[in-house]
């Protein structure tokens, strides 16, 4: 990678994103022009250029990130509501993770088809009943293809300059979106993380020109009533019910656990990777769990899963990303679209 040097105005102004939690592998990767040369930073035109290309990406304000002596501040935060964050040093953590996701969405989202509108009357129910339709359990593909079809758009955003938020849900003009970030890559788990924000997409929990409901994580319980009715609904989604336990299954081994959400898939119709992960949460065992899913060969792919929804979409019939505008196309790695093809 390269280095700029510990006097230059570019090391200055690396020192001082980081100092709000932009560091640099980050900066080179998702911010930073592909044409620019650290030696660039003597160039005024190119420097000017790729302030407001960084201003612009962060949501920075141009004039302070121009003044060398001025600290930055993370500005944007109260577009969003953020749950599950116990403490506000947290909240500050996540926020320049968030922050930039919402920028990239916000520059690839007008490259996308054209979708139609959200179905007033879409419930959990309904939009499982589609997916069973079509296939023998709700799983992470299938849930992915269904919220397309009714109108939202989900993205995979990787990697972060911080600490990783796990979703978040709201609209992007007229055009609901979900946004996951976690860095998981079981299908099931997203499938869980993905069905909960669709939760908050159909309960009318983020509206157009509202702020963006985000969570911190999934681990912790959901505190107010949003966050339960959108547990309610994932649950409903992947199980058909609005609560689920796996039975008394005590003491179970990974691949104990394993056979058993396999031949249970068989009983119920409910994905073997969901029933492990039901089990792992109930019993507070999800090291279990997770290594089940790892027997399963369930192990990574929701990041591709996603993707390859998302990059069908952006390349229509064709594969050939130079049809996209520059900015969508040096964006494309950050939603792991090279990681689909």
């Given at each position: ?50 302030q ?46 968030m ?56 993205f995979?955003?990787s ?39 669709i ?15 985000a ?15 959108a ?11 609005k ?6 299954l ?17 009983r ?69 679209l090279?990681?689909?093809?």
């Amino acid at each position: 990678m390269p280095t700029a040097s510990s006097k230059s105005p570019l090391a200055g102004l690396f020192r001082r994103l980081k100092k709000v939690g932009y560091d640099q592998p980050f900066l080179r990767l998702a911010v930073l022009p592909d044409w620019w040369d650290d030696q660039l930073a003597d160039n005024a035109t190119a420097w000017a250029q790729m302030q407001l290309r960084v201003a612009q990406r962060l949501s920075l304000p141009l004039a302070d990130l121009m003044d060398a002596a001025k600290p930055l501040s993370i500005a944007g935060t109260g577009k969003f509501r953020l749950k599950r964050a116990k403490t506000a040093t947290q909240r500050a953590v996540v926020a320049p993770g968030m922050i930039a996701a919402h920028n990239a969405v916000h520059l690839v989202a007008p490259h996308l088809p054209e979708m139609p509108d959200l179905p007033a009357n879409l419930t959990a129910a309904g939009l499982r009943q589609w997916v069973l339709n079509r296939n023998s359990t709700v799983d992470l593909g299938g849930l992915v293809e269904a919220g397309w079809i009714h109108g939202i758009a989900f993205f995979h955003f990787s990697p972060l300059p911080t600490r990783k938020f796990a979703g978040m849900a709201y609209y992007e003009g007229d055009r609901p979106v979900v946004v996951l970030a976690s860095g998981h890559d079981e299908p099931p788990r997203l499938a869980f993380h993905l069905a909960h924000e669709i939760g908050h997409v159909i309960r009318g929990h983020v509206k157009p020109g509202g702020p963006i409901l985000a969570e911190a994580s999934f681990d912790s319980a959901g505190e107010d009533q949003d966050e339960r009715e959108a547990d309610m609904d994932a649950l409903e989604l992947l199980t058909g019910r609005k609560d689920h336990q796996l039975g008394p299954l005590y003491g179970m081994t990974a691949l104990k656990l394993a056979n058993e959400s396999c031949r249970e898939e068989q009983r119920s119709g409910i994905h073997a990777g969901t029933l492990a992960l039901i089990y792992g949460k109930s019993a507070k065992r999800m090291p279990v769990a997770v290594n089940a899913l790892k027997l399963m060969n369930m192990g990574s792919g929701a990041r591709a899963i996603i993707a390859g929804a998302l990059g069908r979409r952006l390349r229509g019939k064709t594969d050939d990303a130079d049809e996209l505008s520059g900015a969508v196309v040096e964006l494309l790695p950050l939603f792991a679209l090279h990681d689909a093809r």
